[in-house]
């Protein structure tokens, strides 16, 4: 039996391997913005509407992904719950194309 130090090493490093196979898809994530996102966020991450936030100004992009996934799933203020439209993934991969709009 290992010892219970090792064993959580060991999990901790099947965890970070884990993780690497979900590694964001910008392609896609630009596919799924420009289907559901862009309306209001607009072309190139330049807000379409007035509070939506500017995310070629890097605008709402310091938060923590998770934080920004908790957001976009629950919806805030004027934009819709996105929680049962869109996989966690599919809005990682929308979450890693806005952070490539910052100018």
């Known amino acids: 039996m290992m010892p219970l130090r090792k064993q959580a090493?060991?999990?901790?490093?099947?965890?970070?391997?884990?993780?690497?196979a979900f590694a964001a898809d910008v392609v896609g994530g630009q596919r799924i913005y420009n289907?559901?996102?862009?309306?209001?966020?607009?072309p190139g991450g330049n807000s379409a509407l007035p509070n939506a936030p500017h995310f070629s100004?890097?605008?709402r992009l310091m938060q923590p992904d998770m934080m920004l996934l908790?957001?976009?799933?629950?919806?805030?203020?004027m934009m819709p719950s996105?929680?049962?439209?869109?996989?966690?993934q599919e809005i990682l991969d929308?979450?890693?194309?806005?952070?490539?709009l910052q100018r």
């Open 94 to 100: 929308v979450i890693a194309y806005l952070r490539t």
């Open 82 to 88: 996105f929680n049962g439209v869109l996989r966690d």
């Open 9 to 20: 090493g060991a999990f901790v490093l099947g965890l970070l391997c884990t993780q690497a």
């Open 35 to 42: 289907q559901y996102c862009i309306g209001c966020h607009g």
């Open 70 to 77: 908790g957001s976009i799933k629950s919806g805030k203020m």
């Open 57 to 59: 100004r890097g605008e």
